[in-house]
């Protein structure tokens, strides 16, 4: 019958009207700002720079390799080396970033910088509010607004982290054996080399 | 027409009917984005018809070649946006090609489970866009993006993104599936058919439906296979040609499931073929989600950093839910690729747009490129 | 299907004067491809697509490639007679490779289902022959796709029915897609982080940055 297809239609879309009250199958949004949806482990936007212990600076694990910058696809990482090395975690000499700048007007969230990274040290963020008034200055982050401490990072990426830190434990503890090791060596003076 | 027409201006002959030109684009919501046709109207009869590209035009294939083979993957995303896993399979498939890698089978499973799951969000979303074409504004869409933001959200508890998945890698996949997410995966396989039964009633039986579509913008089979028509639209056409089968490339050997394929070539059976292929999504998604094996998700021979493959050339092609989404990559041994090129489904299956818009109203050439299904990032590059 | 050398034998039979050449590919892919003369080549295609074992009805992919002149230098031994002894030197001798655009079409089957079939076309150099002929009234899927390779790398086709640029603006004179083509500079201008693209803005704009 000519019609009947358009009032199968329009009961369709009573039922759709009616179900979206009760049912979340059928109303799957929010209202944003008032109400969030929960957090997706998973979920990244922008990187960071991941800190440990309570100075920024000092206790930043990134070494300025510039691997990251080198395979940014759309290029938006500026690092400048540091000739001041620091100390890392297991006590080895390492070079820091004396600039590290993300353009996050240019950065396309890919990753591409943490999976390339050897050192754990840059990571996705989950911060979505990033919008500002100040299109050139605001959107050009530096290494003081991109470190965060480690424990955001557990906080946001609780499985990716707590493996991180288990096997920088396990560095640590073999580093100071090592360490423990050497140090309980009888010396010999005869090998100058030994002081290097 | 109007009333107040005069009986002289109707009598006047045709070929004394001064053309109209009319520019349909580059900003009209019919076109799907920055896609302009310049059209020749005789009344409401279109009798000429040139599409217009590059609006979106940035020279990706170019950037690639600056790029190494890792940082191309995020910019395939942004191909067809909508699609963006397929497109990294595609990429992937053929940097595999061209360097020797083999996927393990469970990263070939994901990538099925994935890309299946990606035809269903471009055909639901594409049947709503249709039906906003043909001036059911909002409710068929709204509830099409509905059910794609399911998906979206599994895509994004796997991959971290919603849309920009950047998932796939040469020789496997990035990461593993979390915990919980193939019993996620499991319930939306198993209440989709449930929405697209409602999808169904609400409009497949429609009779407004049925007369914009039925017998509009008929394409015959010979002229679909020439012009290198590819995916639902020719299918439609009635031309068996899934490379799913053909190549059977990944593990789509492996599962069972249908063609289906249209009779008329004209929007209606484009509109269907597609409703039919989601079903037989499911019916693949079922078998992969039962199916899929422990084990290992990259091929340990990758190195994603550096790449450089052998000197030489491949092609290699999926069956992307717009057709056959090819890349053609040629190395030098460096550690960029030579010549980077995307064979885009949607720009090769506008060439006969002309051909099915002639003679037809203004009002149905909307409809006609509507269930064309195009994306500019991909069309444009 | 039929082997590429069956398939290069069966042209030669059916378009006599035809020269095809056999292009080795280095990658596992194992794509070769048969690099076919310009003057018989509209008859080649015409053949691979009504014959009805080959059936190359669908020219699925079709695109330029740019090859620029490019000095190889390899190391080769020879024997040379130094000091009245023969010896055997190893000599690095210079080899220029010849310039040209390439255009490449995969073919495939779909009565069939078989392929790819790879074919390439080469230009005579990159400057002032660069000439081929078209396909597109063989297969219409070629009609934007050789388009394109007009407009990013300046091929002409001849016999194509509408050869215009497709993705570019009419008015644009370079080939985007050419190995040597330099980037327009006059883009970009506003205060960013990239250094040398600002510099680049100034040289553009002698006079300060335009409004």
């Known amino acids: 019958m000519n019609g009947f297809g358009i009032i199968k239609g329009m009961i369709e879309t009573a039922r759709n009207f009616v179900g979206s009250y009760h049912d979340a199958q059928r109303l799957t949004t929010v209202q944003y700002p008032e109400q969030k949806l929960p957090p997706v482990e998973n979920a990244r936007t922008i990187p960071f720079l991941v800190f440990d212990g309570d100075d920024a600076m000092a206790g930043l694990r990134c070494t300025a390799c510039v691997i990251c910058e080198k395979e940014c696809p759309p290029q938006c990482i500026y690092i400048v080396k540091d000739q001041v090395k620091k100390p890392d975690y297991v006590g080895k000499m390492q070079m820091q970033p004396k600039v590290f700048d993300i353009d996050i007007s240019v950065c396309m969230s890919c990753g591409i910088c943490v999976e390339v990274c050897p050192f754990d040290a840059i990571k996705m963020d989950q911060v979505f509010e990033l919008s500002t008034g100040d299109r050139f200055g605001k959107l050009l982050l530096d290494k003081h607004q991109l470190a965060k401490p480690n424990d955001y990072f557990v906080k946001i990426h609780k499985t990716e982290a707590s493996e991180i830190d288990v096997r920088r434990e396990e560095d640590k503890r073999k580093a100071e054996a090592a360490a423990a090791a050497k140090a309980a060596a009888p010396k010999s003076p005869a090998t100058p080399g030994a002081a290097k | ?381 | 299907m039929e082997t590429i050398e069956q398939i290069k034998a069966r042209i030669e039979a059916a378009a006599p004067g035809t020269r095809a050449e056999i292009v080795l590919n280095g990658s596992p892919a194992n794509q070769p491809s048969l690099l076919l003369d310009c003057g018989h080549a509209r008859a080649v295609a015409q053949f691979l697509r009504d014959d009805p074992a080959l059936a190359f009805d669908y020219a699925s992919n079709v695109t330029g490639v740019d090859w620029p002149e490019k000095t190889i230098k390899e190391k080769i031994k020879v024997k040379k007679m130094m000091e009245g002894v023969e010896k055997e030197v190893e000599e690095v001798c210079e080899r220029k490779t010849p310039a040209y655009l390439e255009a490449v079409y995969h073919l495939y089957s779909m009565a069939r289902k078989h392929g790819p079939l790879i074919l390439r076309l080469r230009t005579e150099n990159r400057a002032d022959q660069v000439a081929l002929p078209s396909l597109t009234p063989v297969w219409r899927s070629c009609e934007f796709q050789e388009r394109e390779i007009f407009d990013l790398y300046g091929i002409h086709f001849e016999g194509h029915p509408d050869l215009r640029r497709i993705l570019m603006w009419p008015e644009f004179t370079d080939y985007p897609m050419r190995k040597d083509y330099v980037e327009a500079d006059d883009y970009e201008y506003e205060p960013t982080p990239h250094d040398a693209v600002l510099a680049r803005a100034r040289q553009h704009y002698p006079g300060g940055t335009p409004a």
């Open chain 2, 1 to 381: 027409m109007s009333a107040s027409t005069l009986p002289s201006e109707l009598a006047e002959p045709a070929s004394d009917h001064q053309l109209l030109e009319v520019s349909l684009g580059p900003q009209h919501p019919s076109t799907h984005g920055v896609f302009r046709m310049d059209v020749s109207l005789d009344g409401e009869m279109v009798v000429k018809l040139k599409p217009v590209f590059g609006y979106l035009h940035r020279n990706h294939e170019k950037i690639a070649e600056k790029c190494s083979y890792l940082g191309s993957i995020p910019y395939t995303d942004r191909l067809d946006y909508i699609c963006s896993l397929t497109n990294n399979w595609a990429y992937a498939m053929t940097v595999e090609k061209l360097a020797g890698l083999v996927a393990p089978e469970r990263a070939e499973y994901i990538r099925v489970i994935l890309s299946e799951l990606t035809r269903l969000i471009n055909h639901s979303a594409l049947a709503g866009f249709l039906l906003q074409d043909m001036g059911a504004l909002g409710t068929p869409l709204m509830y099409a993006f509905r059910e794609r933001e399911k998906i979206l959200d599994l895509f994004e508890s796997l991959t971290g993104a919603r849309m920009m998945c950047n998932y796939m890698r040469f020789g496997g996949c990035r990461c593993d599936l979390p915990p919980g997410w193939i019993e996620q995966t499991r319930s939306l396989v198993a209440n989709f058919p449930s929405f697209l039964d409602e999808f169904e009633a609400l409009l497949t039986g429609n009779e407004i439906l049925q007369a914009r579509t039925e017998g509009v913008g008929v394409l015959t089979p010979q002229l679909a296979v020439n012009a290198g028509v590819t995916g639902p639209m020719l299918r439609a056409t009635g031309v068996n040609y899934d490379i799913r089968k053909v190549d059977a490339y990944g593990v789509y050997g492996r599962f069972s499931f249908r063609v289906p394929l249209g009779e008329r070539g004209d929007v209606f059976d484009r509109y269907m073929i597609r409703i039919l292929e989601m079903r037989e999504s499911l019916k693949i998604l079922e078998q992969a989600l039962r199916d899929i094996p422990a084990g290992p998700i990259i091929d340990p021979k990758a190195k994603l950093r550096n790449l450089r493959p052998k000197p030489g050339e491949a092609y290699g092609r999926i069956e992307g839910p717009k057709g056959e989404l090819g890349f053609y990559l040629i190395s030098d041994g460096g550690p960029n690729p030579y010549r980077y090129r995307i064979r885009p489904p949607s720009l090769i299956n506008l060439t006969i747009l002309e051909d099915m818009c002639l003679g037809q109203t203004i009002a149905d050439a909307v409809v006609i490129l509507g269930s064309v299904d195009i994306v500019l990032g991909e069309v444009d590059r």
